[in-house]
């Protein structure tokens, strides 16, 4: 799964969870790659995908959009998971109208007072 095309990023099938590890940068030239491996556990799984961030070092809006249309693509009862998202990630993913829950899966917001899927866990004292 890693590509060979000279991309910034790697992108790596994991078994248990089953999903993909990302590491590296993702951003114009990295987004094939990402795209490649999405579109690949897509067809291939048949549970949630898991998405192991703990070493991307970089991601675009348009990474992030790879991300979500994946998530939104999903058949029920299918989920995406993101693992070891930072905070930059987090925070993108507000910007784009998307939030990770307690369990770490990607849910819409439909409106700041009505999001779609559980209560956020509480955010810590800054």
Same mark, same amino acid.
């Given at each position: 799964?890693? @590509?060979?095309?000279? @991309? &910034?990023?790697?992108? /790596?099938?994991m078994?248990?969870?089953?999903?993909? =590890?990302?590491?590296? +940068?993702? *951003?114009?030239?990295?987004?094939?790659?990402?795209?490649?491996?999405?579109?690949?556990?897509?067809?291939?799984? +048949?549970? *949630?995908?898991?998405? @192991? !961030?703990?070493? %991307?070092?970089?991601? *675009?809006?348009?990474? %992030?959009?790879?991300?979500?249309?994946?998530?939104?693509? /999903?058949?029920?009862?299918?989920? %995406?998971v993101?693992?070891?998202?930072s905070?930059?990630? =987090?925070? /993108?993913?507000?910007? /784009?109208?998307?939030? !990770?829950?307690? *369990?770490?899966? %990607?849910?819409?917001?439909?409106?700041?007072?009505?999001?779609?899927?559980?209560?956020?866990?509480?955010? &810590?004292?800054?």
């Amino acid at each position: 799964m890693t @590509d060979q095309t000279g @991309d &910034p990023a790697d992108v /790596l099938p994991m078994v248990h969870p089953f999903g993909l =590890r990302v590491r590296g +940068e993702i *951003d114009h030239q990295g987004r094939p790659a990402l795209a490649r491996a999405l579109a690949w556990a897509l067809r291939i799984g +048949e549970t *949630d995908i898991h998405l @192991d !961030l703990s070493e %991307l070092t970089f991601i *675009d809006a348009g990474g %992030l959009r790879l991300i979500i249309s994946t998530a939104t693509d /999903l058949p029920p009862p299918r989920r %995406l998971v993101l693992q070891n998202a930072s905070s930059t990630v =987090r925070e /993108l993913l507000v910007l /784009l109208g998307w939030r !990770l829950g307690p *369990d770490h899966q %990607l849910y819409q917001m439909i409106n700041e007072s009505h999001p779609h899927g559980p209560d956020p866990a509480p955010s &810590p004292p800054s």
